[in-house]
């Protein structure tokens, strides 16, 4: 009778696993977009959730690659963060109006490894009549999402951004852009190590590209004095007083935006990340420059010394 009785209730406990496995199995059918939420105050997280991107990723299978990335969150903020810098770039220029680009008419867009491509999704529906250029050398990733805009709005392009190749290819795109009286910006989230610091080369390089928007990630891996940011872990150890390698990273790369453009440093406490800067430059239209724009003051000022780890703080 106890035999029985046990195997009565282990049935019975097997009927109430898979009972409570099935609604299980439809949730691990979900993906990470079904799970994100954003508190009130973030902006970003708004604006997402108010766009037309946030209805198609959640109906279109194209999408789905993207809507299970486990950082899909994290892309959401820095994709937002990066359009907002774009529309901020196009107003500092006089040129793109007060909305800062409106619906994208006459604006070119290129996205400096742009991986799957999350930005530029944001870009396309933000600015709905922009041409949008995707350049990254990894030809393994899912990027079947950027068809469904049609070749004639979005485009993929395998190039490595180092390379001659690449800076060729954007500056055709921006020569074909001027005749065409339009405006091309570069725009860049999270690049690692030297691609911050090639994608501003490329951006003074290129007169013909108008505006740039950059978010600094990693420190260059080269520990080599050839390398630009070389000094930058020597920098904040001997500045001290909380000063971070990535800060001085990001100083070094503002310093390095051209002086005939129009420059700004920002932190977008919005971006859910702990590399939230922005670095952006505009080609003045007429012959006022802006000074030092720094728009979150760093208080003790850093100012750069006789030699590169000599920079010191000043009260």
Known sequence: ????????????????ASTS??????????????YVRFDDGNAHGRAFERSALRR????????????????????ITEAHGALAQVRRALRAGGGGGEDGGGDGDGLVLVELCSGRGFVSLVLADAFPKARIYMIDRDTTMD???????????????????HSTACEEFVR??????????????????HLCGTLSHRAIELY?????????????????????????????????????????????????????LPLT???????????????????VARRPLDSALDALSISTPLSPSIVPGRSCAKWRLVK
């Open 56 to 75: 198609t990723m959640a109906r279109d299978p194209a999408f789905d690659s993207m809507a299970r990335h486990r950082k899909v969150k994290k892309e």
């Open 172 to 189: 055709g795109v921006a020569d074909d852009a001027e005749t065409r009286g339009q405006t091309v910006v570069l725009v860049g989230v």
């Open 204 to 256: 003074e390089r290129i007169e013909r590209a108008v505006a740039i928007v950059v978010a600094p990630c990693c420190l260059p891996q080269r520990r080599r004095h050839d390398v630009f940011g070389f000094h930058c872990k020597d920098i904040a150890r001997s500045i001290g007083n909380g000063v971070t390698p990535f800060q001085c990273w990001c100083t070094q790369l503002y310093f390095r």
């Open 21 to 34: 496995d099935a609604p299980r199995a439809r949730a691990s059918g979900r993906r990470a977009l079904d």
């Open 261 to 279: 453009s129009k420059r700004n440093m920002t932190i977008d406490h919005d971006v859910l990340s702990t590399q939230n800067t922005f670095l």
């Open 1 to 16: 009778m106890r035999a029985r009785a046990r195997d009565a209730s282990d049935a019975s406990d097997e009927d109430d």
């Open 143 to 161: 990027v079947s999402h950027v068809e469904t805009y049609g070749g004639a709005r979005m485009s993929f392009h395998a190039l490595d951004l």
